[in-house]
């Protein structure tokens, strides 16, 4: 039978609270902002976990800007770790040739799934191609990833909250939270 989730039960700490969130992501916008000195710019983010992200982080942008969205799964793989191997279950919904893009990630853990779309995003010909992650866990780097625009750097645990899941779940915390080991353990 599966366990009840707790939404704030099962977290053990609160790395990142609402309000230091806040703060960063208003102090991304305004690097970006002044690294592209008014020019048009397409942001293109990856669900789901990137959602609350990129809707706070295009508000605090002052440039003209075009979105867009993709969807990412990865193959095998475990609930709590990356295999490499990324299927694309939704693609961009408009050409990105010509276009100074920036890639707007949740996380950087093993920087596998961000390694494919890099090289899936160049092949499309953009004009620049840079990297803006809120967090990143350097610790379990496989690949080297070029980080543009860096949020927070964490610690190797596995956390959850402001877009990043566990099974789907706590997607909606609004601070990015530690979970208990037993809500590992256990959920189904
Ligand atoms: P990577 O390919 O190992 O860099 O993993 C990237 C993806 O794994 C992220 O976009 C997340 O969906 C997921 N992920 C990695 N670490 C965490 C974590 O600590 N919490 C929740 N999801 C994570
Ligand atoms: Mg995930």
Known sequence: MSRTVDLHAD????LLPEDAIRDKVAE??????????GRPLTLVSVLKGSL???????????????????EVSSYGGTSTET???????????????????????????TGLTLNYLIRYLRGKNPASLKICTLLDKPARRL????????????PDQFVVGYGLDFGERYRNLRFVGVLRPEAYSDAK
Not at 11 to 14: L, R, W
Not at 52 to 70: E, H, K, N, S
Not at 143 to 153: A, H, L, M, N, S
Request: charged share 30%.
């Open 143 to 154: 690949v080297e990833i070029p980080v543009d625009f860096r949020g927070f750097e964490i």
């Open 11 to 14: 977290i053990g700490e609160v």
């Open 83 to 109: 295999s490499g191997l990324v299927r694309i279950i939704k693609d961009l919904s408009a050409s990105i040739a010509g276009e100074d893009v920036l890639l707007v990630e949740d996380i950087i853990d």
């Open 52 to 70: 609350p992200f990129m809707a706070d982080l295009m508000r605090q942008i002052d440039l003209p800007v075009r979105i867009d969205l993709m």
């Open 28 to 37: 991304l916008g305004r690097q970006i902002t002044a690294d592209y000195a």
